[in-house]
């Protein structure tokens, strides 16, 4: 990934040499585990743990002779190992170490990424429970249709954001498993109990039953979920994008001293980290379409999935993060407008309380049809000619049988249709507001 998106703390993990490394700790777990199984001597593995390195310029050299990076890797570990390196690789494939390699690079980034779901958590609760009480317009289809607040809005994203930290918490499970069991999985060189060991050792699960690598559908989980985390993403940045547009205006993101919208018009304040955040979440779509092409592999296996793995592996993790944290940034100091959202809430007149009136009506005896009927004819009023809403059903004769001017004016209050608000932060919030 380009330097743009990367965060250090990610970007480390997924260095070459930090792949070279994750397969160094799966080598020298190996050799202490048949150590102790007195499959090799205890002096070799002494001198191994004292001597064990690799150098990633030596091995890309060699790589470029052999044509195999795990080839280039040993020849390098054993320059610096020396006669003693003979006991490592003992009963292992190429994918062994690939395979629990990678799979100790997604558990780190899987820390890492956790870590941003709960600053974003935060980040969002701290924003709902500040505008619990904010009423805004609630809209659907992008038209204004009942009142909502702002508070209830966010505590939305919040729910989606607990069970996103579920989905990764099991992912990042689903891919933190190792397999040492040899070439095609049967173990005919190397013992399960090994494995065991190993895994272990190095935090992770034993493969149940595998081929020769790890079943991909455990790393499909695991993109998809990040495309998931994604798409939740993009979903409250494209809700800031719209709340941001001229006509709306409800809030805008962060416009910091000296920062510039456009390079011709000065006057520009643009919605530019939410449009960011809706771009990179398509590349983790693509990323979890590409691991899905990766379950089916021939036979006991091929390596069509390793070409896609080298580049989403490092790129759809630190996407993930910097999104994390991008979002982040931006809930933190989201400017939110509650006058704005209070004037463009009573700017149809008093139509969003139109559904009150019509159940009111019914109430009252008249045929639901007929009420709703008669409510559209005024409210359709409202919307050619700007008309008050509720002085024209207070002048129909066919509404003032059943609703006098004061029994009207009831209907049309803002408090009734949040009253519940308090009752749906119970069941997002059911410890309560957080610190």
Known sequence: MIERYTRPEMGVLWTQDAKYQAWLEVEVAVCRALAARGRIPVEALTEIEAKVAFDGARIEEIEREVKHDVIAFLTSVSEHVGPSSRFIHVGLTSSDVVDTGFALQLKRSG?????????????????????????????????????????????????????????LVQAIAAVSVGMLSGAVGTFAN???????????????TPELAGTQVISRDRHAEFFGTLAVIA?????????????????????????????????????????ILSE?????????????????EDIALWHERDISHSSVE?????????????????ASGLLE?????????????????????SQRVLLALTEKGMLREDAYR??????????????????LLAADPQIQPYLNAQELAALFDLAYHVRNIDAIFARVFPEGQPR
């Open 276 to 292: 960011n955040l809706t771009g990179l979440a398509r590349l983790l779509r693509g990323y979890a379409a590409m691991a899905l």
């Open 333 to 353: 100091r989201l400017v939110v407008y509650p006058q704005r959202m209070l004037r463009n809430l009573h700017q149809m007149h008093g139509l969003i309380f």
């Open 111 to 167: 820390a890492l990424l956790l870590t941003g779901m709960d600053r974003l958590y935060q980040a969002l609760a701290r924003l709902a429970w500040k505008h619990k009480d904010t009423p805004m317009i609630g809209r659907s289809h992008g038209i204004h249709a009942e009142p909502i607040t702002f508070g209830l809005k966010v505590a939305v994203w919040c729910a989606e954001a607990q069970r996103n930290r579920q989905r």
């Open 310 to 326: 080298r580049v989403i592996g490092p790129d759809a993790c630190i996407v993930m993060d910097f999104m994390l944290h991008r």
């Open 374 to 391: 008669v409510v559209q004819r005024n409210a359709m009023q409202v919307w050619e000619v700007g008309a008050d809403f509720q002085s």
């Open 190 to 204: 190397i013992d399960p109990d090994v494995e065991e060991a190993v895994c272990a050792e190095l935090g992770l």
């Open 231 to 271: 798409g939740s993403i993009e979903k409250i940045a494209v809700e800031i994008r719209h709340l941001q547009r001229t006509e709306v205006l409800e809030a805008e993101e962060p416009f910091t001293a000296g920062q510039k919208g456009s390079s011709a018009m000065p006057h520009k304040r643009n919605p």
